[in-house]
């Protein structure tokens, strides 16, 4: 078995001494640490997929840290951020949880207090990331569907009975079980609820499909 990517920890502070002691510490912890002294530098760089999350300092020159926390929530709305800051203050940090942020950190902090929330937020990404590729492979599988076949499965989520499909369109029952036994094969399906819950999801994620 292939040996997994270790996860990313992404590192945006214009202070080299910052980057360089952070490198070593994410370095030591067995994660890929990436470093950035601008938001730009690190906008330029692609969404990771792998787990990721990003340490960033929230006094940068140009786009500051909470402008880009903003930027990325539309681009990479999955990646916890975790700020660092040596001139915090309850109004930007609490700005900075409201959008998002899993941790905000004062300058100087902690190595295990910042190690931890590093833990936690690659965690929490490769929670969202197995999510999005679920959701990925069942959309993959509704669009394997016939026109057809997705009129049966809406009617049959919806609770009609055979018969009633049958005679919404004009087909008769022996044809709606075959494109009911269609569905459920084409979207692994193992039973009615677990077709229901399915269904359910693709509508309930359409939005996070999209992004």
Known sequence: ??????????????????????????????????????????????????????????????????????????DRPLMPVIFITGYGDVPRSVRAMKAGAVEFLTKPFDDDVLLNAISDALESSRVALDREASLRELRQAYETLTPREQEVLAMVVAGRMNKVIASDLGISEITVKAHRGKVMRKMNARSLADLVKMSARLVQDEPLAKG
Request: include cysteine; charged fraction near 20%; glycine fraction near 2%.
């Open 1 to 74: 078995m292939a040996k997994l990517p270790a996860p990313i920890v992404y590192v945006v502070d214009d202070d080299v001494s910052v980057r360089e002691s952070l490198e070593l510490l994410i370095g030591h912890a067995q994660w890929q640490p990436q470093l950035f002294e601008s938001a730009q530098a690190f906008l330029a760089r692609p969404r990771p997929l792998v787990p990721s999350c990003l340490v960033l300092d929230i006094n940068l020159p140009d786009l500051n840290g909470l402008d880009l926390q903003s930027a990325i929530a539309s």
